[in-house]
T-cell receptor
Framework: GEDVEQSLFLSVREGDSSVINCTYT??????LYWYKQEPGAGLQLLTY?????DMKQDQRLTVLLNKKDKHLSLRIADTQTGDSAIYFC????????????????FGKGTKLSVIP | NAGVTQTPKFQVLKTGQSMTLQCAQD?????MYWYRQDPGMGLRLIYY???????DKGEVPNGYNVSRLNKREFSLRLESAAPSQTSVYFC????????????????FGPGTRLTVT
């Protein structure tokens, strides 16, 4: 079945760039996502990328996709203490069916700690 | 819009007790989901409902039942709670989306923290 792997912890200094990595196994993945979970809260979608794209930039966030190696990364520029959270990589293997329903496969999450 | 709401926020149960976790969304979404989150395990799908009137098992359905009461509400029931069901439970919903945002974005509730002793 599908599997999504992430390292569990990352620690960076405020102002540095953070890079969170993810690998996935499902070759039919259509959409790949990064979700953010702040302490005591639910998950919130940060950004997403279609599998036919190599890169997507959104303000301080850059997503890179290497489809050949099935490797996804999230770069956060100028990391702030407010970026401290758990970041989940997720993938969806199904194309849009019109039913609006699908299953996401999540990684275990990377806990980002930002040192002031 | 409140988005996705869950009640209760916290619950402590004794082994063998039953309870129902409530979830409601006000975004007119067709699909709803229940996940559990355990340390070092990420999120695992328990059950989902593609549309009103349908429910399907996810990765870890044993020990749970669900009801899609109407388009807004999707409840999760533990008939006989076990310590292994100590977890944080998240409800989520999704719909078709637009050309700007994909149809697969799931919106999450704040979670219910359940402890079974």
């Amino acid at each position: 079945g599908e599997d999504v792997e992430q390292s569990l912890f990352l620690s960076v200094r405020e102002g540095d760039s953070s890079v969170i990595n993810c690998t996935y196994t499902d070759s039919s993945s259509t959409y790949l996502y990064w979700y953010k979970q702040e302490p005591g809260a639910g998950l919130q979608l940060l950004t997403y990328i279609f599998s036919n794209m190599d890169m997507k930039q959104d303000q301080r966030l850059t997503v890179l996709l290497n489809k050949k190696d099935k490797h996804l990364s999230l770069r956060i520029a100028d990391t702030q203490t407010g970026d401290s959270a758990i970041y989940f990589c997720a993938e969806s293997p199904y194309a849009y069916s019109g039913a609006g329903s699908y299953q996401l496969t999540f990684g275990k999450g990377t806990k980002l700690s930002v040192i002031p | 819009n409140a988005g996705v709401t869950q009640t209760p926020k916290f619950q402590v149960l004794k082994t063998g007790q039953s309870m129902t976790l409530q979830c409601a969304q006000d975004m007119n979404h067709n699909s709803m989901y229940w996940y559990r989150q355990d340390p070092g395990m990420g999120l695992r799908l328990i059950y989902y409902s593609a549309s009103e009137g349908t429910t399907d098992k996810g990765e870890v359905p044993n020990g749970y039942n669900v009801s899609r009461l109407n388009k807004r509400e999707f409840s999760l029931r533990l008939e006989s709670a076990a310590p292994s069901q100590t977890s944080v439970y998240f409800c989520a919903s999704s719909d078709r989306g637009t050309s700007v945002r994909p149809s697969y974005e799931q919106y999450f509730g704040p979670g219910t923290r359940l402890t079974v002793t």
